[in-house]
Structures are given as structure tokens and as C-alpha cells.
């Protein structure tokens, strides 16, 4: 036996005195962990798909729009461009790199991407088994999505069009798993992707049998017209004379939804965009600033549900105290007991204190547990709604300081009833009995 | 070697006593006997170094307890005192057995093999995992006697240990704590306004 054994001891025979300010210490500690975590998670989770893209070009309409959809695959596509502007683009001196994409089909969810090699570079994405796709109708599957579905090489996959499950289905056609992706912890793990050539086919043969057609009749078209008189445009339109996609060509060009662009220098950051925005009918959006400005619009919120769990916690020290308060009062001649068996006045004290960190160290513990059940949850959610998942046992350098914030508590509120027992009168006491 | 000098005692200049000397040799167990209100708790809690006298001299076993500040007075009544209450007090928390190795960690006298032995002796060695309320009245004076004793100290006090207790149960309760003190080498002083107990003491001293 010892003081610290006696402090839990104490504890444990009346667990009900001190249940409602742990309830609300972990609470606290709870909500706040969870915010932490899922901002850095989001963040780091974001950041590692925005690495080496500088720029996107896509159609006209909300900036950050075209950054979820064409980078964090969560959002629907703007629209779509057309080849020739988005050569243009990419002839220009300050461009790069650049990175055709091509989406808005879906397998089960999980969007199909019509996409260059270089995608796989961009996030250091591997063929774990099979080989890259060639040729059209030919996919390579992202890691989670097989390991979910429990897709194997050689599988035939029936898209969907648009990005949802329900949208419909491309039954001529499917596409044939070649090769499926190492995990690289990025976007491509919840991607399917192929050769924009697919894209193009699949939808070819679709838009045949839909009202697309008229929409190629607009504006747009009467613009490729006239770009048809360059020579190189020239050339390409003999060639696709001799592919399938006879039809379309008569009606218009081949279109992609966005392009990744990385620049020569970061300087062009600033005015490239800008250009693209007010001298043509493409959209440049930069997503490290679109996705800035997404964290500060989430920030208000996040800021005011952490003042919340600051109050709580406050709340719960005040608890706290009160309850330690009350024991003491109740333990008094306990207290004076164990004072004529030889114990001195800070002993006492310090049983006190034990009583209180036990308390508020153990909130901090279980505050930790709960916000960890929490991150599981929300990313049930988000694999639901978004198919993105996040997971992380890390433990944050801010979680450290609420650790501390802890320690701090425990000893504020036992800091009156420990003085209180120190100053205790054991003879006054034990003679009004 | 019990002996006391001249105890003058006041509760805030409202009431005073003036208490007599008392004097008693090794193996000597004292009564002293009084009316209610006359200053036997006081007395008590005096001997027992809970409270400090306004003057004269307390000198348990060579030592002048009046010279000890708090910390070395806890220490000292820790090794050498022990103290029955009127009424049982425990530390409720705990189980009987708990209980007196919370008594040995404060002293610093760690030892199993005598908590068992004073529980055989006191006949409550079955109790001995048992929470204190869950133990019968009778059951809890002899646990409280246990956690008295359990240091081996010099000196047992007793306040109104038999007061509340039937003609059979004080001299029973009395020739308990009369027999432990001598089987473990301490002596007794009682302080009670119970007439009863005079015939068990040699020595007694009216207040």
C-alpha cells in the first residue's frame, strides 16, 4: 500500500462521484483531438495529391470545382475543353509539364480516369502486377479499389456513365483489367485508369444514340471550323478520318475535362492563370490556393467548436473540483485517521493531487481513445460518400500540449481541497464526534 | 516513562483547563477518569501530540513532545502511539487488511507476517479482505484496535472505548485491549467518564 494505491483506491469505491467530470473531460479532450487529427490528416492528405501541380485548366465555372474534381477526384467535372485550346496552353514557353485528364465514368463508384503515363510519375504510383494500359479499353486499378471490390487481372469492368454508381450503363463496351497499383497513399488508390483514346471510344459510340449531338451543332463548333483551316489541324483531321470515331470528327474535335500543368518556374504561378482566366474561354484555377481557401472557410467552424471543447474542459475542471471539494468533506475523519497513524500534513496533500491527475490523466487517455473511434468514423463516412478514406495512430505535437492542458487541470482543481486537507484541524476534527 | 508537567490548555481564551500531572512507569497502564466537558478529549489529543499545549511539559519516552515541530511530531506519533477512538474510523476505500498496510506504509514498517498475527489475535482474521462496513459493530472496535496497534508503538490511547457498550461488552472490550497491550509490550492509558473501568486499573487518576 502506498499513497498512490490509496488515490485509486478512492477513486474506484466511488465511481460515481467523479463520472460526470471525466464524461466531460473527455468530451472536451475528445473533440478537440478530433479536430486536430482530421485537420492534419485532411491536410496532409490533400497536400500529397497536390504535389507537383501547379496549375489546372479546365472549363469555365467554379475554381474550386474544377481543383476537387480534377485533383481530389470529389467533385463533378466543369465541363470539358477542347484539344486545340488545351494544346495551346501547353505550347506556351511557361508551361512545363502537362497532364491530360479525362473523367465522368465511374465503375461501382470509383471514377475512371482516361489519363497519360506521366500520371502515374506524378504520384509515384506502381504496377504491382500486370503491365500499364496500351491499348484502348485497357485499365490499370488503383489499390483500394481492388482490394474492396477484389478485382483481379484479367476482370472486365462495366462502367457507369457520370460519377455515381446508378448513372448508365456503357453495356457495349467494358474495359479489361491489365494491371493493378501499388498503394502509394495519394489519390490514385481509389482511381481506375486508361488511355484517353477508351474515353473518347466509349463515349463516341454513346453519344451516338443520346441528344449530344446536337450539342455539338453550337458555338463551339463553327470555332473548330475555322481552326480546321491551319495546317496542322489539317493533318490530324485526315488521320482520324481513318479511326472509327468517323462521326464525331465530322461534328467536332476530341475534348478532354482538365489538365495538370506544373510550370517551368514558380514565378508564372501569379500571371499564367490569370491570363488563361481573362483572355480565353478556359478556366486556371491553382490549388494550393483554392485549397488554402477551403481550409480558411472550414477554419471558422473548426475554431469555434474548439472554443466549445476548451469550455467544456473548463467546465469539467470546475466539476472536478467541486467533487474533490465535497470528498474531502466527506472523508474528513478518514483524513484525520490516517493523520494519527503518522501521516503528514503534505502526504495528505499530495493524496489529493494523485486523486485529481489520476482523474484528468485518465480523461486525457480515454479523450485520445474517443477521438481516434472518431477518425475511424468520419472516414467510414467520407469511403461512403466519397470513397476517400483516412486513417492515422499518430500522435500529434499538439496532443502533447493537451496533455499538458490535462496535468494543468487536474492540478488547478485539487489545488483549494489540497489545501484545505493541509490546513485540516484533525484534533477539531476527531473531537466532534 | 510517562510523565507531564503543568498542561494548561484554552480554546481561543474562552475555555480553559488546567490538567494534573501525570506520571507512569514502563509496563504501567493508567485510567483516567472524568465528567463530560472537563477536558478529556483535550487531554487526549494533548498526549497524543494533535494538539499543542499553551505550557508545561509533555515527555513521552525521553522525549519532550512539545519540542517537535508538525512534520517530526507525525513521524513520532506514527512509530509510537497508537489511538482508539471513541467511535471506529477506517479508511473506507480499503478492506481491513488494506487498511493496516496503510498504517504500516505511513510508519515505514512494512510486515505481513504481524498483520496477520494481530488479526488471528484479535479473532477477525477472516474479515481480513472484508470492506470496514461491511464488518459488525463489534467486528469494527476490534479492527479499530488492530489498526491501533498494528506499529508495535509504546503507547495506546484509548478514548471512551466502552462508553456506548452494555455491562458484558465493556469488560470484555476492556480485558481485550488490556491483554493486547501487554502481548505487544505497550501500555495503556484510558480516558473515559465510565466508572466501570475502575476496577481494571491499578493506577487512576480523576480529572
Known amino acids: ?81 477542347s484539344v486545340e485550346d488545351a494544346e495551346e496552353i501547353k505550347n506556351n514557353r511557361m508551361v512545363g509539364s502537362s ?96 488511355s484517353p483514346q477508351s474515353i473518347w471510344d466509349l463515349h463516341d459510340e454513346h453519344d451516338h444514340d443520346d441528344e449530344d449531338h446536337e450539342e455539338h451543332h453550337d458555338d463551339e463548333d463553327h470555332d473548330e471550323h475555322e481552326h480546321d483551316h491551319d495546317d496542322e489541324d489539317h493533318d490530324e483531321h485526315e488521320h482520324d478520318h481513318d479511326d472509327e470515331d468517323h462521326d464525331e470528327h ?107 491527475l489520476i482523474l484528468t490523466i485518465s480523461g486525457f487517455l480515454l479523450g485520445l481513445l474517443v477521438s481516434r473511434l472518431g477518425v475511424m468514423f468520419v472516414s467510414s463516412l467520407m469511403e461512403e460518400s466519397l470513397n476517400y478514406s483516412l486513417s492515422s495512430l499518430y500522435i500529434l505535437n499538439e496532443e502533447f500540449w493537451l496533455l499538458g492542458l490535462s496535468i494543468l487541470i487536474g492540478l488547478i482543481s485539487s489545488l483549494i481541497p489540497a489545501i484545505q486537507v493541509y490546513k485540516m484541524n484533525i484534533s477539531e476534527i476527531l473531537a466532534d464526534e | 516513562m510517562i510523565k507531564t508537567r503543568g498542561i494548561k490548555f484554552d480554546y ?32 487526549l489529543h494533548l498526549l497524543a501530540g494533535l494538539l499543542e499545549s499553551k505550557s508545561g511539559s509533555i515527555e513521552l519516552f525521553g522525549k519532550e513532545i512539545s519540542n517537535l515541530n508538525s512534520y517530526q511530531l507525525d513521524t513520532f506519533r506514527g512509530e509510537n502511539i497508537g489511538i482508539v477512538f471513541q467511535r471506529s474510523h477506517f479508511v473506507n476505500s480499503l478492506t481491513v487488511k488494506e487498511n493496516l498496510e496503510l498504517a504500516q506504509f505511513i510508519a515505514n514498517k512494512k510486515d505481513n507476517n504481524r498483520i496477520d498475527t494481530i488479526l488471528k489475535s484479535l ?41 456506548s457498550l452494555d455491562d458484558e461488552n465493556c469488560d470484555r472490550v476492556i480485558k481485550l485491549l488490556k491483554k493486547q497491550a501487554s502481548e505487544f509490550n505497550a501500555q495503556l492509558i484510558v480516558i473515559t467518564h465510565d466508572n466501570r473501568l475502575k476496577k481494571h486499573f491499578k493506577k487512576s487518576i480523576k480529572l
Not at chain 1, 490509496?6 to 473531460?25: M, Q, R, V
Not at chain 1, 509515384?124 to 485497357?138: M, Q, R, S, T, V
Not at chain 1, 472550414?298 to 467533487?323: D, K, P, Q, R, W
Not at chain 1, 468533506?329 to 485517521?337: F, Q, S, T, V
Open chain 1, 1 to 81: 500500500m502506498n499513497i498512490f494505491k490509496l488515490s485509486i483506491k478512492n477513486i474506484i469505491s466511488k465511481p460515481l462521484n467523479s463520472i460526470l467530470s471525466l464524461a466531460l473531460l473527455i468530451l472536451g479532450i475528445g473533440i478537440i483531438s478530433l479536430l486536430l487529427q482530421l485537420n492534419s490528416l485532411i491536410k496532409t492528405q490533400m497536400d500529397n495529391n497536390l504535389k507537383g501541380i501547379d496549375m489546372v485548366v479546365g472549363a469555365k465555372g467554379s475554381p474550386l470545382q474544377l481543383i476537387l474534381s480534377a485533383v481530389y477526384h470529389i467533385d463533378s467535372p466543369t465541363g470539358n475543353i
Open chain 1, 250 to 356: 465530322e461534328h467536332g474535335d476530341k475534348e478532354i475535362t482538365a489538365m495538370l500543368i506544373k510550370f517551368k518556374s514558380p514565378m508564372n504561378i501569379i500571371q499564367f492563370p490569370r491570363q488563361i482566366n481573362e483572355n480565353t474561354n478556359l478556366q486556371a484555377a491553382v490549388p494550393s490556393y483554392e485549397i488554402s481557401r477551403l481550409f480558411k472557410l472550414f477554419g471558422f467552424g473548426i475554431e469555434t467548436l474548439t472554443y466549445l471543447a476548451y469550455l467544456i474542459i473548463l467546465v469539467s475542471g470546475f466539476s472536478l473540483f467541486i467533487n474533490l471539494f465535497n470528498s474531502m468533506r466527506e472523508r474528513k475523519y478518514e483524513m484525520a485517521l490516517i493523520r494519527t497513524l503518522g501521516a503528514s500534513r503534505s502526504q495528505l496533500s499530495v493524496m489529493v493531487i494523485f486523486e485529481s
Open chain 2, 12 to 43: 481561543n481564551n474562552q475555555v480553559f483547563f488546567e490538567f494534573p500531572d501525570i506520571e507512569i512507569k514502563t509496563k504501567e497502564n493508567l485510567l483516567i477518569i472524568g465528567n463530560s466537558g472537563i477536558g478529556k478529549t483535550t487531554l
Open chain 2, 123 to 163: 479473532g477477525i482474521l477472516d474479515k481480513s479482505d472484508k470492506k470496514t462496513n461491511q464488518l459488525s459493530q463489534g467486528e469494527k472496535q476490534r479492527a479499530s484496535i488492530a489498526l491501533a496497534i498494528v506499529n508495535s508503538p509504546k503507547l495506546i490511547l484509548a478514548d471512551e472505548p466502552t462508553s
Open chain 1, 99 to 194: 497532364i491530360d485528364l479525362l473523367y465522368g465514368d465511374n465503375y461501382k463508384g470509383y471514377r475512371i480516369v482516361g489519363t497519360e503515363d506521366k500520371f502515374l510519375d506524378l504520384y509515384n504510383a506502381k504496377i504491382k502486377d500486370g503491365k500499364k494500359w496500351n491499348a484502348p479499353f485497357e485499365v490499370v486499378v488503383g489499390a483500394k479499389i481492388y482490394s474492396k471490390l477484389n478485382i483481379n487481372l484479367d476482370d472486365e469492368l462495366v462502367s457507369s456513365h457520370g460519377l455515381r454508381e446508378t448513372g448508365e450503363s456503357h453495356v457495349n463496351q467494358s474495359f479489361k483489367v491489365v494491371g493493378l497499383l501499388e498503394p502509394s497513399n495519394s489519390v490514385v488508390d481509389q482511381l481506375i485508369i486508361t
